[in-house]
């Protein structure tokens, strides 16, 4: 990969731009999401002070940086894997409390692995292909891993989806 | 629905109508992270607790404790380590020098230098030269090799004290144990008594261990002088020069560029009169204010005479070479007598 050095000022956009998703990407790994959010600062102010190089296209780089902090912080904090029943990592819409933590308690009764895929693709907006780089595993397997993450999803979230604000928000993109 | 149902991306939709939680700006964070890899001294000074200016003067006050620890140990060390205190005491047939005791010390901790101990012993009969040096050690007994020459003649005898005065003395071997006594023979004198003595270090007035800080009043000492003129330091030296009999006793201060002060217990011609106060010695000469300090009380006289001769130089006057150079601060305490002749023994 072709690597270049980056700016301050670029590191600042990208924290602003993915800063979010990063720390709840961390979250989506079982860490408490202040913990998330510390550790992605830190991991951009290290990269600001080092002026590392890096990728042409950063974001693979950066997930698998915090994927590794993620292991740190388990490593240093022996604190549960599991996703915290106590934190919300996605903000909660006027009137969509209880269907957002049905979604994240959804998200927590699924393998890690396959709520990785889904939340990679859903919220870090990447394709199968920029997946399997950050998780380092084959496409095909993204692939599986996100399908069968739907499947069960769709399962567990079918009441919300029929005639909930899941059925709304369908009619009117009709 | 059956459609919906089997369509993922309906799943998919439905929940990125989930936003995410921010994160808080990295500005923010930034500024915790600059005291966070802040270095020491910045971090100590934002959390310090007490007032700066008295952690300073605290750091100052550290500081200058611990330099002057330092420099007693210096002081110290400068004389510290083994030494070997050597006694002669001249035996009943040594005349006018029966009974005396002369006193040296040397180094014993194995290095060459400071390993010898000369004297010589003034008599009124003669001049008694004792030249030692250590050869060895085994244990605590020390192996000595002793020369001495005496040389009889008054007190004033002019003597060259160069190697050539002992080369057809032999050496005599001396093993010599702690508070054990040994004698040797010395040739026209008789016996002398020699007993070893290990110090830790040098006292302060070798050849005089026994001196009080009361001068008695035979006595004129000068130790380590400082001479001050009008506030200015213009001579600093040290050791010591004592005189235990003259009724004349006088210091010569030889200063270079300045020339020599002499400084009388008498009155004598052309000197001015000075105030005498246990170490210190006041005067004024030549519209000047001088001071000399000394380690020890001089004299228990309250006054003293002193003349200032700006053209001496010891090349022109002093007999004894180690004494005839110009270039350095030089004293002496003999009799006012010894010291204004043309040329001037030990």
Partial sequence: LAARNISTASLTALYEKHGSTLAAYLCCRGVEFASAEDAVQQLFLKLMQAKVSMPEEPLAYLYRAVRNTSFNLRRSTRREVEMNEAENWLMEPEGRAEEVLSVQAALRDIPQEQREAVFLKVWGGMTLQEISEVLEIPMNTVASRYRYALEKLREKLHPLTNGGSYARTRKRSE | ?346
């Fill in chain 2, 1 to 346: 629905m059956q459609g919906q149902e089997n369509d993922p991306n309906d799943v998919e939709q439905y929940l990125k109508t989930f936003q995410l939680r921010q994160v808080r700006p990295l500005e923010i964070c930034s500024e915790q992270n600059r005291r966070a890899t802040a270095s020491w001294w910045e971090k100590g000074l934002t959390t310090m607790r007490i007032p700066k200016l008295a952690f300073g003067v605290m750091l100052i006050a550290i500081i200058a404790l611990s330099s002057g620890l330092v420099m007693v140990r210096a002081r110290a060390g400068a004389a510290t380590g083994r030494f070997l205190e050597l006694k002669y005491r001249i035996g009943p047939s040594g005349l006018a020098h029966s009974g005396r005791v002369d006193i040296c010390v040397m180094r014993v901790d194995g290095s060459q230098k400071g390993n010898t101990c000369d004297f010589v012993d003034h008599g009124r009969e003669g001049l008694l030269l004792v030249k030692t040096r250590l050869t060895g050690k085994v244990d605590e007994s020390a192996q000595l090799r002793i020369r001495a020459k005496y040389i009889p003649g008054d007190g004033d005898t002019e003597v060259d004290y160069s190697e050539a005065l002992f080369k057809d003395i032999p050496e005599k071997v001396l093993p010599l144990e702690p508070s054990a006594k040994r004698e040797f023979e010395v040739a026209g004198l008789g016996k002398i008594e020699v007993e070893g003595e290990y110090l830790d270090h040098i006292p302060p007035l070798v050849y005089r261990p026994q001196e009080t800080l009361d001068p008695n009043p035979k006595e004129f000492r000068i130790v380590a002088p400082v001479l001050v003129r009008d506030n200015q330091v213009i001579a600093n030296a040290d050791g010591s020069s004592i005189d235990t009999g003259s009724p004349d006793a006088t210091l010569m201060l030889y200063v270079p560029g300045e020339g020599r002060y002499l400084i009388s217990e008498v009155p004598f011609e052309s000197a001015v009169v000075g105030g005498v106060h246990l170490g210190k010695i006041t005067f004024s000469l030549e519209s000047h204010d001088y001071l000399l300090l000394t380690s020890m009380p001089v004299t228990v006289s309250e006054h003293v005479w002193v003349k200032h001769e700006p053209s001496f130089k010891p090349s022109e006057h002093m007999t004894r070479q180690s004494d005839a150079r110009d270039d350095r601060v030089m004293f002496l305490v003999r009799s006012l007598k010894t010291l204004e002749q043309e040329k001037i023994g030990h």
